[in-house]
């Protein structure tokens, strides 16, 4: 029997959910459709790590064709984090990598985890795993792209009005984990989207309270969580280029009477942030609302009453 592409701790957080993917699609290398995706993006999402190990959730851009796929297990990519990004410089040999490629036009996903094994200008991901997610929870958007971005960057510690206005409104963000050490080849660094309806990540002083809807059951994220709790979470606003990136602690609450709280909801996690870094128009990407995922529709926000759930 092939191994499993799941590490322990994954396996632990899909028995503690009730069960796990009846099969997977990761592999080793990148099929493909999945090449043709990501050299057609002029953007991409990432997590990498700095030196005390914190993982850091950034987006890398260029034109299409920047993400150049060498052939199915090695990835290069012509960029690097720009000035003002927490991620500047933690691109070297040996680093893990997560990729997450988005097409929000069509609500295309792909996935791909590896190490660092050259860095010039540009630097080149050797492939450990690949695969592709669901369209559920992304919301549609026509993307476009400006000539101005800045490097400003506030560093804070604490969320200030500007940023908890961001995260209240948001209804995508994207979260970067990784595993804990001795995890072999299938641990690593993990970059996964979350989406819900505006107000779905709930803002109490420092901690954000996020509800996990039912997905592929691979449990990539929350497996990485159970092993290493540190976390990042980039949220960005499609209208202006600003993007917040976060990193903070991670608590998982398995309860039913959590999951309660807000109606889809299969369970829930708190992130207690310990610093984040706010960049006014740091990116090119811009984007206007198409629609709603129809499986986004069907769930709820948190209410103003602790403990109180709806969907209007």
Same mark, same amino acid.
């Given at each position: 029997?092939?191994?499993?592409?799941?590490?322990?701790?994954?396996?632990?957080?899909?028995?503690?959910?009730?069960?796990?993917?009846?099969?997977?699609?990761?592999?080793?290398?990148?099929?493909?459709?999945?090449?043709?995706?990501?050299?057609?993006?002029?953007?991409?999402?990432?997590?990498?790590?700095?030196?005390?190990?914190?993982?850091?959730?950034?987006?890398?851009?260029?034109?299409?064709?920047?993400?150049?796929?060498?052939?199915?297990?090695?990835?290069?990519?012509?960029?690097?984090?720009?000035?003002?990004?927490?991620? @500047?410089? *933690?691109?070297? /040999?040996? &680093?893990?990598? =997560?990729?997450?490629?988005?097409?929000?036009?069509? $609500?295309?996903?792909? %996935?791909?985890?590896?190490?660092?094994?050259?860095?010039?200008? @540009?630097? *080149?991901?050797? /492939?450990? &795993?690949?695969? =592709?997610?669901?369209?559920?929870?992304?919301?549609? $958007?026509?993307?476009? %792209?400006?000539?101005?971005?800045?490097?400003?960057?506030?560093?804070?510690?604490?969320?200030?009005?500007?940023?908890?206005?961001?995260?209240?409104?948001?209804?995508?963000?994207?979260?970067?984990?990784?595993?804990?050490?001795?995890?072999?080849?299938?641990?690593?660094?993990?970059?996964?989207?979350?989406?819900?309806?505006?107000?779905?990540?709930?803002?109490?002083?420092?901690?954000?309270?996020?509800?996990?809807?039912?997905?592929?059951?691979?449990?990539?994220?929350?497996?990485?969580?159970?092993?290493?709790?540190?976390?990042?979470?980039?949220?960005?606003?499609?209208?202006?280029?600003?993007?917040?990136?976060?990193?903070?602690?991670?608590?998982?609450?398995?309860?039913?009477?959590?999951?309660?709280?807000?109606?889809?909801?299969?369970?829930?996690?708190?992130?207690?942030?310990?610093?984040?870094?706010?960049?006014?128009?740091?990116?090119?990407?811009?984007?206007?609302?198409?629609?709603?995922?129809?499986?986004?529709?069907?769930?709820?926000?948190?209410?103003?009453?602790?403990?109180?759930?709806?969907?209007?």
């Amino acid at each position: 029997m092939d191994p499993s592409p799941f590490h322990a701790d994954e396996l632990t957080a899909q028995v503690l959910a009730g069960g796990g993917p009846r099969g997977s699609a990761i592999r080793g290398f990148m099929p493909e459709q999945h090449r043709a995706f990501f050299a057609a993006l002029p953007y991409l999402f990432m997590a990498t790590s700095d030196a005390d190990g914190w993982p850091i959730a950034t987006v890398l851009e260029g034109d299409p064709g920047f993400a150049e796929p060498v052939d199915p297990e090695t990835l290069r990519i012509h960029t690097q984090p720009v000035a003002g990004d927490p991620a @500047a410089g *933690t691109v070297v /040999v040996g &680093q893990e990598i =997560g990729i997450l490629g988005i097409d929000f036009g069509t $609500r295309r996903r792909n %996935r791909v985890n590896g190490v660092v094994s050259h860095v010039s200008t @540009a630097f *080149t991901l050797s /492939v450990k &795993q690949s695969f =592709g997610n669901c369209p559920q929870y992304i919301q549609r $958007r026509t993307i476009r %792209r400006v000539e101005t971005v800045s490097n400003k960057s506030q560093q804070l510690n604490a969320l200030d009005a500007r940023a908890r206005a961001l995260v209240e409104r948001a209804d995508t963000f994207v979260v970067a984990s990784r595993s804990r050490t001795a995890m072999g080849a299938t641990g690593g660094a993990d970059i996964s989207h979350r989406g819900g309806r505006p107000g779905f990540v709930r803002v109490d002083g420092d901690t954000l309270s996020i509800p996990d809807f039912r997905g592929n059951r691979y449990f990539n994220t929350l497996g990485n969580f159970l092993g290493e709790p540190r976390a990042s979470l980039l949220f960005l606003d499609f209208e202006t280029g600003d993007l917040l990136q976060l990193q903070g602690l991670v608590r998982i609450d398995w309860s039913r009477s959590a999951a309660e709280h807000v109606e889809g909801a299969e369970r829930l996690w708190h992130f207690q942030i310990t610093r984040g870094w706010y960049r006014p128009q740091a990116v090119a990407l811009r984007g206007s609302l198409i629609d709603y995922s129809p499986v986004t529709l069907v769930t709820g926000v948190w209410a103003r009453g602790v403990g109180a759930h709806q969907r209007s």
